[in-house]
């Protein structure tokens, strides 16, 4: 009955050239934002969507080879249960033309296909097989207001003693400060159930 927040598609690119004009932190938005949120919540495909991209060996020259960048692509994109469409090998590749389509409009990166030498991407089944999101949620949660504060699961069950729940779809939420902050509270309550005997 929980509502889950959306997944991502991330593309890690190893691409040749430096690119000055552009910042460590991009961010590509919808000419149809309203449309591109419906389609991430709705589960259908997003035709126009929305990239932040982002250039490590901007500030980190270290982060790739003399004379080359390392990029980080990430398309907000609809969780598992949500989706409309199986992840295979032809919806990464709709969804990779877009992406590309889309960096190509921006300054310096006309030829962003041909320059890439290395790519890795993770899709919503590999953060769920890879990091246990539940359906893909990248996110966790929903922060909604029914789904916040004490309505959000807590660190210590209710109903089962000895069960505790740390991460981003427990109290207080999601992000990493935050979810460092759940796995404080998860151990201050079980260190309080066992009387300080860890």
Known sequence: SMKYSCSCLVFYWGVTGTYESL?????VISSDYDANLRSIFDGSEIRQPSIYLHIPSQTEPDMAPAGQSAFYALL????????????NEQTVKLYRDKVLDALSALPELEHLRE?????????????EREFHAYR????????????SNHWRPQAKAKHCEGLYFTGSSTHPGAGV??????????????????????
């Open 23 to 27: 910042s460590t932190h991009n961010f």
């Open 136 to 147: 893909g949620a990248t996110f966790g949660l929903q922060p909604t207001l029914r789904q």
């Open 115 to 127: 320059n890439i030498v290395m790519e890795r991407m993770f899709t919503p089944e590999d953060f």
């Open 177 to 198: 400060p935050i979810v460092m902050q759940s796995g404080k509270i998860c151990a201050e309550e079980l260190m309080r159930d066992e009387e300080g005997t860890l």
């Open 76 to 87: 907000p994109i609809s969780e598992l249960g949500t989706a409309q469409y199986e992840w």
